[in-house]
């Protein structure tokens, strides 16, 4: 699992980092009308981080970081993560995945996130929970699915906090390059779980029974990147 976090340092992308609070603070806003999960809530997402992506375009840190990425190899660990701010309320980097790797189920506890594609191609595989469950002593999760999504370049995926909130990554191509902006209405971020498949559910089809394991002390086991 990677564990390389690249953080840009504030002063230099203090153009970036205003923009991305601004793009939150205008989701924030609008969330009595967007908590809903709708799908013109989805569209309203969708369009708000395509338009954060061309301005942050426009910057020149984040340009260098962009090209500072597309000219590395991927990363051995599979996946690595580069903050542009992380704020408690507000999360946003870039996510780097190597061709064909897989970022394990996780969650974003009362979190909004979105993520774009910059470059690539990603398959998104999204859950709710609907029940704890207790199996072989450990911690379980029943998971029901809610969507499957292949994302081309400019393409977004969304997890409101009450629906599809938990979601795993596989890299399609030979490599990929995505946008991640959490967004945390409620306040700051809560610890997340990381969820590693059972079983399929012997009486829901296309339900899952997966271990979840607070990222805690899946840091202090193998390592993990802060967020993704």
Request: aromatic share 6%; hydrophobic share 40%; net charge negative.
């Amino acid at each position: 699992m990677a564990t390389h976090d690249d953080t840009l340092q504030q002063p230099r992308l203090s153009k970036a980092q205003e923009r991305i609070e601004r793009y939150a603070f205008d989701l924030l806003r609008q969330w009595p009308t967007l908590s809903d999960g709708s799908a013109g809530s989805r569209r309203t997402v969708a369009e708000s981080v395509r338009e954060l992506r061309r301005y942050l375009a426009r910057t020149a840190v984040f340009r260098h970081l962009l090209k500072t990425l597309r000219a590395a190899p991927p990363p051995v660990e599979g996946w690595s993560w580069h903050t542009l701010l992380d704020d408690g309320q507000i999360t946003a980097g870039l996510l780097h995945m190597a061709g064909d790797a897989t970022m394990p189920y996780h969650d974003h506890p009362g979190a909004l996130d979105a993520l774009l594609v910059i470059d690539g191609e990603v398959e998104v595989r999204s859950y709710s929970p609907t029940e704890q469950v207790v199996a072989l002593s450990q911690r379980a999760a029943h998971l029901r699915p809610v969507d499957l999504q292949r994302l081309a370049e400019d393409q977004v995926d969304i997890a409101f906090p009450e629906h599809g909130n938990i979601h795993g990554l596989r890299c399609l191509g030979e490599r990929a390059i995505l946008l991640d902006v959490q967004v945390h209405p409620a306040g700051n971020a809560r610890e997340r779980r990381w969820y590693f498949p059972l079983g399929a559910s012997s009486q829901d089809p296309g339900h899952i029974i997966a271990a979840a394991v607070p990222e805690s002390l899946l840091r202090s086991a193998v390592g993990c990147p802060a967020t993704d």
